[in-house]
């Protein structure tokens, strides 16, 4: 059975629209994290949430939102989309926030119309 | 700010053969490193890390990586690979309560 679950895993947009990616980790683990993977440029850290807080952002842009409504889950709300916000989302966790490895889940593939 | 380097994009081996994939990083503090496998239309899975203590690291399927604090490097390393070792490796580095940085990957490619 798969521990992180994320849907879709391929999702359409027009430019401007607003999309929810979805994450769910089984794991038991307390930290999540959103991470951007795009032709252009190398796997790209997003934030990290420990025990449904945030602690880092490395995102400029507020059109993208973590969402955590349990802790097992760490949804990302994109507003205004735009062509340049294709790429691949991975949602990945660790048993908790700090030095340990991450458990990546499989993706959502983002085109931007 | 923690910086990391892979500075071959693309390795080619034949099966049998033994590789390395290397990797530098630039911090100037206590880092946590670490190497990551992603099969092509898949996530990434961890391999291995090096936080302290004995430079070598014994990782899952045969792969060893080396810290090396004078060269600042972790390069990855396996004896004989395998086919299914295809795959895009990624270095990546975190200093403590730090978001980590991955390197731009190294595409492995393995002929039969």
């Known amino acids: 059975d798969p521990k992180i679950i994320q849907k879709p895993k391929y999702l359409v947009a027009v430019t401007g629209s607003e999309k929810i990616l979805i994450c769910e980790q089984y794991?038991?683990?307390?930290?999540m994290y959103w991470y951007r993977q795009s032709a252009k440029k190398p796997l790209e850290f997003m934030f990290s949430?420990?025990?449904?807080?945030?602690?880092d952002n490395q995102t400029a842009s507020s059109r993208f939102q973590p969402q955590s409504s349990k802790k097992n889950h760490l949804d990302l709300q994109i507003t205004a989309l735009k062509p340049d916000d294709s790429a691949t989302y991975f949602c990945?966790?660790?048993?908790?926030?700090?030095?340990?490895?991450?458990?990546f889940g499989p993706g959502t593939r983002l085109t931007v119309l | 700010t923690q910086t990391v380097s892979q500075s071959d994009a693309h390795v080619t081996v034949f099966e049998g053969d033994s590789v390395e994939l290397r990797c530098n990083y630039s911090?100037?503090?206590?880092?946590?490193l670490s190497w990551y496998i992603q099969h092509h239309g898949h996530g990434l899975q961890f391999l291995l890390k090096?936080?302290?203590?004995?430079?070598v690291v014994q990782g899952v399927n045969g792969f060893e990586a080396e810290f090396s604090k004078s060269d600042s490097s972790f390069h990855l390393r396996k004896a004989s690979v395998h086919w299914s070792d295809s795959a895009v490796y990624f270095c990546?580095?975190?200093?403590?309560?730090?978001?980590?940085?991955f390197g731009a990957g190294t595409k492995l490619s393995v002929k039969p």
């Open positions: 990945a966790s660790s048993p908790d926030w700090g030095v340990y490895e991450q458990y």
């Open positions: 794991l038991g683990h307390n930290a």
């Open positions: 949430y420990s025990y449904q807080k945030l602690m």
């Open positions: 911090y100037g503090g206590s880092i946590y």
């Open positions: 090096y936080y302290s203590g004995n430079p």
């Open positions: 990546a580095v975190r200093g403590n309560n730090n978001a980590p940085r």
